[in-house]
T-cell receptor, first 114, second 109 residues
Framework: SQTIHQWPATLVQPVGSPLSLECTVE??????LYWYRQAAGRGLQLLFY??????ISSEVPQNLSASRPQDRQFILSSKKLLLSDSGFYLC?????????????FGPGTRLTVL | GQNIDQPTEMTATEGAIVQINCTYQ??????LFWYQQHAGEAPTFLSY??LDGLEEKGRFSSFLSRSKGYSYLLLKELQMKDSASYLC??????????WGAGTKLIIKP
């Protein structure tokens, strides 16, 4: 069966510090991978998605970046965090060619920027 | 632009039935999803509709009308554990999910 891991679960960082969140998927190959951010009481905002190694599409211009160094690894980074970067970060995967491309979510990382 | 609308919050009684509505305007349509999200947790998949009509899965059912850009999630025999946010999401012509802000459902004994 497939599982998706995210770490850390919670993170408190000062403004201007760097960020690195990691997501890995097990039990599947060539998944589509996604990074979302959810502000408190809000819906999911798609940040990045990837259909393959080194292939990253950015949905929202901001100070975040993503990389996919391996097939089942997706990393979200920032060089300098802003207060507005606080939120719940979710990684998700979907089959490359599924019946309806259902997305499966990792447990999330709650980031607080102070 | 693309838009998904659903009520912000609803309250229902344990054992009752509740219907959560979702209306959408998107660039293309490749299916509508409902997810459940408990506070502080990741969303989990509930249902998928791509054709008009009702899909039933245990206590949960989901309905779709593509001509009206409308869906609802029906929860029967409500239990306290059903207290959660319910997210409506539409897959657009680029196969990207457009998400609603979610409906927070509060179940009272």
């Amino acid at each position: 069966s497939q599982t998706i891991h995210q770490w850390p679960a919670t993170l408190v960082q000062p403004v201007g510090s760097p960020l690195s969140l990691e997501c890995t998927v097990e039990g599947t190959s060539n998944p589509n991978l996604y990074w979302y951010r959810q502000a408190a009481g809000r819906g999911l905002q798609l940040l990045f998605y990837s259909v393959g190694i080194g292939q990253i599409s950015s949905e929202v211009p901001q100070n975040l970046s993503a990389s996919r160094p391996q097939d089942r690894q997706f990393i979200l980074s920032s060089k300098k965090l802003l207060l507005s970067d606080s939120g719940f970060y979710l990684c998700a995967w979907s089959p490359l060619a599924g019946d309806y491309n259902e997305q499966f979510f990792g447990p999330g990382t709650r980031l607080t920027v102070l | 632009g693309q838009n998904i609308d659903q009520p912000t919050e609803m309250t229902a009684t344990e054992g009752a039935i509740v219907q959560i509505n979702c209306t959408y305007q998107t660039s293309g349509f490749n299916g509508l999803f409902w997810y459940q999200q408990h506070a502080g947790e990741a969303p989990t998949f509930l249902s998928y509709n791509v054709l008009d009509g009702l899909e039933e899965k245990g206590r949960f059912s989901s309905f779709l009308s593509r001509s009206k850009g409308y869906s609802y999630l029906l929860l029967k025999e409500l239990q306290m554990k059903d207290s959660a946010s319910y997210l409506c999401a539409v897959m657009d012509s680029n196969y990207q999910l457009i998400w609603g802000a979610g409906t927070k459902l509060i179940i009272k004994p």
